[in-house]
């Protein structure tokens, strides 16, 4: 299965980091690939509580994706189902997973978008997904593929 | 007709074996391979290397030409680079929002720093 992992250090203490990930105030100032406005985010940051947020870019396309908390943790960690909607292109679910490290200079967040393949096509896979796509460094570094 | 979806996932089990990678890397650095060439690094048959490379042909990642008795195999990086595409997407998307996220998250303590004083 395919995952994407991004580590940030941020100059701001955990619990700022949190709420900036789990309140729909937080949301509404970064979520997004680019400037273009989140249009609705609705948090409901406990196990089982759900989130849907949709943004428009500055190309005028507009995104929504939702899913449910699994894991929350405050101010350490946050872990999230992940669902486009209507999307045709990533039909399936797939999940988000924020730690938060405390550091002398704030934090560490280290971010996975895991899941992000078929787990059918997963577990029929009879050798066992157990490779690293990243020795094939010509074509990508920050991903890796793994069961 | 295969969709966008199921061209992903067979480019992604395909490469998904460490035989394959290495099949795949020994093509990127020549232009074409005879197959015995390319089992000459591995401890396995014949065979199972032709196996590998049915499911790399499947998934469009290779292209077999015979000549004689001679069959040459050749690296074809489209369904890769698709596959890269897709994934780079997702890239994107998160590195721009976390690097906005950081700036929200230092904006936000710097404010909370200054009214604490």
Not at chain 1, 29 to 36: C, I, K, V, Y
Not at chain 2, 23 to 38: F, P
Not at chain 2, 55 to 69: E, P
């Amino acid at each position: 299965m395919t995952s994407l992992t991004l580590v940030r250090r941020i100059k701001a203490r955990p619990q700022v980091v949190f709420d900036a990930v789990t309140t729909a105030e937080g949301i509404a100032q970064w979520w997004g690939p680019d400037a273009g406005p989140v249009l609705v985010a609705e948090v409901d940051p406990r196990v089982g509580g759900r989130y849907r947020v949709r943004f428009r870019m500055l190309d005028t396309t507009e995104h929504e994706s939702s899913g449910e908390f699994l894991e929350i943790v405050r101010p350490e960690r946050i872990v999230m189902t992940w669902r486009w909607k209507g999307g045709v292109e990533d039909p399936g679910e797939s999940r988000v997973e924020m730690t938060l490290k405390a550091v002398p200079e704030g934090t560490e967040l280290t971010f996975i978008h895991s899941q992000l393949h078929d787990e059918e096509t997963c577990r029929s896979h009879e050798e066992g997904w157990t490779g690293s796509l990243d020795k094939l460094e010509s074509h990508f570094a920050a991903v890796t593929v793994a069961c | 007709m295969v969709n966008y979806q199921q061209r992903l996932d067979r480019t992604f089990m395909a490469v998904v074996d460490p035989t394959r990678r290495a099949i795949l890397a020994q093509l990127e650095r020549r232009d074409g391979a005879s197959i015995s060439e390319l089992a000459k690094p591995f401890s396995i048959r014949l065979p199972a290397v032709m196996k590998h490379l049915d499911v790399l042909a499947d998934a469009g990642l290779v292209t077999r030409s015979k000549s004689g008795r001679t069959v040459t195999v050749r690296l074809r990086p489209q369904p890769m680079r698709e596959a890269m595409e897709w994934l780079r997407r997702y890239e994107r998307f998160w590195s721009s929002s976390l690097d906005r996220l950081t700036a929200y998250a230092e904006s936000k303590e710097a404010a909370a720093r200054r009214k604490g004083r």
